[in-house]
Nanobody
């Protein structure tokens, strides 16, 4: 059974930084791609960043490119999202997700993700 647990959310002023972590268990972590999604009430879930099983390939939404960095530590079964230069529009619940299948897949395809964490709230004040 896959379990994903996020941490690191909170309240930060615009221009500040936060680092989110997601600890995974249940499957061999290093075999699967990981993504970070965010959602606000009334809006569709948005994929903001993703990383391949090896860490060698990443994807970023245009809205966060140059400000957010996704990384993973396969020895610790953890994926991270470093968020810099935060804006009020980054306010959302951030969730990590794991790919349905092992190996390579199209990182930007939401349908490829089949397991989700509960999420952590990020609030950016202006």
């Amino acid at each position: 059974q896959v379990q994903l647990v996020e941490s690191g959310g909170g309240l930060v002023q615009a221009g500040g930084s936060l680092r989110l972590s997601c600890a995974a268990s249940g499957r061999t972590f290093s075999n699967y791609g990981m993504g970070w999604f965010r959602q606000t009430p009334g809006k569709e879930r948005e994929l903001v960043a993703a990383v391949s099983w090896s860490g060698g390939t990443t994807y970023y939404a245009d809205s966060v490119k140059g400000r957010f960095t996704i990384s993973r530590n396969n020895a610790k079964n953890t994926v991270y999202l470093q968020m810099n230069s935060l804006k009020p529009e980054d306010t959302a619940v951030y969730s990590c997700a794991q790919s349905r299948r092992s190996g390579y897949y199209s990182l930007s395809q939401i349908k490829e993700y089949g397991y989700w964490g509960q999420g952590t709230q990020v609030t950016v004040s202006s």
